[in-house]
C-alpha cells in the first residue's frame, strides 16, 4: 500500500491564485482530514470527511474549500490565495470503526503564496 | 478543549532512556491519550495511546498516572532516528469523528 499520497509537493502562488491540493489514500479508510502547519506550529484541523458526500468544517476552513466524491480522494480547493496561507499541508485519513482511530499522514504540500 | 502542556524541547544522548513528559489536568474520564512525532520534513506519525493502564509497543511505553493528569512517553534506547517533535493529544469527538488537537510539542533532540 502507498498509504496517503499528496500532490503536489512544493508550489508556489501569487496572491489571487487558486489552486487543489490532492490527497489519495488506499488504505479504504472513511475518515479524512485536511491539517495545515505554519512554522514553529503544531498542526491546524481545516476540514474533515466522514465519508464519500460528507464534508464539515474544523478549526480554520476560512479561505479553503473541500469535496469527497470517492472514498479515495480529498482535495483541498485554496481560492484567492493568500499570504496567510503560506504553510506546510498535511492530508491524513483513518478507519472509522477503531476507536480511538489512529490517523495516517501524508508526506505533506509546502505552500507559498508571494 | 482539554489541553496538554508539554515542555519545548529535550536532549538526550543516544542509547540512553527519554522519559517525555506530558500534563493533562483537565482531562475527562473518556479521553484517550494520544502521542505522535513528527521527523524532520515528515508528517506526523502514531507512536502510542492509552486510557488507564500503561502501554507497550515496539516504538515506546506510556506510563499513565493513576489520577490520569499526566502522562510519560518512554523511549528506552534513543537513537538518532528518534530526533523528532513528540506531541502528546487528547482526541475530542466532534461530528460523530474524533479529532486531534495538536499543541507545538517538545523536540526532542538525541546527541551521538
Known amino acids: 500500500n502507498a498509504g496517503v499520497t499528496q500532490t503536489p509537493k512544493f508550489r508556489i502562488l501569487k496572491i489571487g491564485q487558486s489552486m487543489t491540493l490532492q490527497c489519495t489514500q488506499d488504505?479504504?479508510?472513511?475518515?479524512m482530514y485536511w491539517y495545515r502547519q505554519d512554522p514553529g506550529m503544531g498542526l491546524k484541523l481545516i476540514y474533515y470527511?466522514?465519508?464519500?458526500?460528507?464534508?464539515d468544517k474544523g478549526e480554520v476552513p476560512n479561505g479553503y474549500n473541500v469535496s469527497r466524491s470517492t472514498t479515495e480522494d480529498f482535495p483541498l480547493r485554496l481560492e484567492l490565495a493568500a499570504p496567510s496561507q503560506t504553510s506546510v499541508y498535511f492530508c491524513?485519513?483513518?478507519?472509522?470503526?477503531?476507536?480511538?482511530?489512529?490517523?495516517?499522514f501524508g508526506p505533506g504540500t509546502r505552500l507559498t503564496v508571494l | 478543549d482539554a489541553k496538554t502542556t508539554q515542555p519545548n524541547s529535550m536532549e538526550s544522548n543516544e542509547e540512553e532512556p527519554v522519559h517525555l513528559p506530558c500534563n493533562h489536568s483537565?482531562?475527562?474520564?473518556?479521553?484517550?491519550i494520544h502521542w505522535y512525532r513528527q521527523l524532520p520534513s515528515q508528517g506526523p506519525e502514531y507512536v502510542i495511546h492509552?486510557?488507564?493502564s500503561n502501554v507497550n509497543n515496539r516504538m515506546a511505553s506510556l506510563a499513565i498516572a493513576e489520577d490520569r493528569k499526566s502522562s510519560t512517553l518512554i523511549l528506552h534506547r534513543a537513537t538518532l532516528r528518534d530526533a523528532a517533535v513528540y506531541y502528546c493529544?487528547?482526541?475530542?469527538?466532534?461530528?460523530?469523528?474524533?479529532?486531534?488537537?495538536f499543541g507545538k510539542g517538545t523536540k526532542l533532540t538525541v546527541n551521538p
Open positions: 492509552g486510557l488507564t
Open positions: 488504505m479504504n479508510h472513511n475518515y
Open positions: 493529544i487528547l482526541t475530542i469527538t466532534q461530528g460523530g469523528s474524533e479529532k486531534l488537537v
Open positions: 491524513a485519513s483513518s478507519h472509522d470503526y477503531l476507536s480511538p482511530n489512529e490517523q495516517f
Open positions: 470527511s466522514v465519508g464519500a458526500g460528507i464534508t
Open positions: 483537565t482531562i475527562s474520564g473518556t479521553d484517550y
